[in-house]
Nanobody, 123 residues
């Protein structure tokens, strides 16, 4: 059974950076669409970013555009999320998701989900 494992979360000051990683337990991993969602306390899970691992096409939520970068892991079957200029409102549990296409991921129709990694932005 496919598992997605996130890592890289932690505590960072406002304005700082973190890089999240998501790796699939099955190699090779054949889902083209991979991406990230987040859920803050008391809020619904929301889309953050997604990538088509075959073409490199990306798609971002407006709230993170220009600050976050989603990229492929060329050596492994996974994706990264580089988060820059972090704000307190970015505090959330970040989840990795995968599906056959980028669109399915962005719509929240992931076939696979990770268990999440906590990101806390605070001084």
């Amino acid at each position: 059974q496919v598992q997605l494992v996130e890592s890289g979360g932690g505590l960072v000051q406002p304005g700082g950076s973190l890089r999240l990683s998501c790796l699939a337990s099955v190699r090779p991993f054949r889902s083209d669409g991979m991406g990230w969602f987040r859920q803050a306390p008391g809020k619904d899970r929301e889309f953050v970013a997604a990538i088509n691992r075959s073409t490199g096409s990306t798609y971002y939520a407006d709230s993170v555009k220009g600050r976050f970068i989603v990229s492929r892991d060329g050596a492994e079957d996974g994706v990264f999320l580089q988060m820059n200029r972090l704000k307190p409102e970015d505090t959330a549990v970040y989840y990795c998701s995968a599906a056959g296409t980028l669109r399915l991921v962005a719509l929240g129709h992931g076939a696979y989900w990770g268990r999440g990694t906590q990101v806390t932005v605070s001084s």
